[in-house]
């Protein structure tokens, strides 16, 4: 009976022992940002809204000269309200500014943030399955993992291997 008992233990870790999954873990977001093609994106977002930033600084330069020369009692009631009036419409000007500016920049960053996270995704299965992993899990979802499970570098390395960046011209500004 003992004998019986052993056998099916022993049969039973084996069954086990074969089954294990080999898991690894990739912190997704920290892939992404370290690729060659994000950093090029931003490099190259950065040099095509540079105009409409600096021209937003200049109307808020505009706005603070404007704020002193009323709050300096030197103007005469004319002077006084078109200084506010120009002073109200540089504001104005500014505010759609800023809101355009802003929701170009989010519409371009989400379009290349879904085209590069569909290519970490391809990369990442393909990382996967050279590694003969049975599942990869995000580390930001996970409490702990031990770090030879992390293959956010491979992941990295991979994506700019298979995605490799080429210098190009930089993009004419927008107005």
Do not use: C, H, W
Not at 94 to 109: A, F, K, P, S
């Amino acid at each position: 009976m003992n004998k019986l008992l052993i056998a099916v233990f022993a049969l039973a870790s084996l069954g086990t022992a074969s089954a294990q999954i080999k898991l690894g873990v990739i912190n997704t977001q920290k892939a992404l940002l370290e690729t060659d093609e994000i950093k090029k994106a931003q490099a190259e977002m950065e040099a095509k809204f540079k105009p409409r930033s600096d021209k937003m600084l200049k109307l808020q330069k505009d706005l603070e000269d404007i704020q002193a020369q009323l709050s300096s009692g030197k103007l005469n009631e004319l002077g006084t309200q078109e200084l506010t009036a120009e002073g109200q419409r540089k504001q104005r000007e500014l505010q759609r500014d800023q809101q355009d500016l802003q929701e170009d920049v989010e519409r371009e960053r989400n379009e290349i943030i879904q085209r590069a996270g569909t290519r970490m995704q391809e990369v990442v299965k393909k990382v996967a399955d050279e590694k003969g992993l049975d599942l990869v899990v995000d580390s930001t979802s996970t409490a702990f993992f031990k770090t030879t499970f992390e293959i956010t570098a491979d992941a990295t390395a991979a994506y700019n291997k298979t995605y490799p960046v080429t210098a190009a011209a930089p993009p004419a500004p927008v107005k």
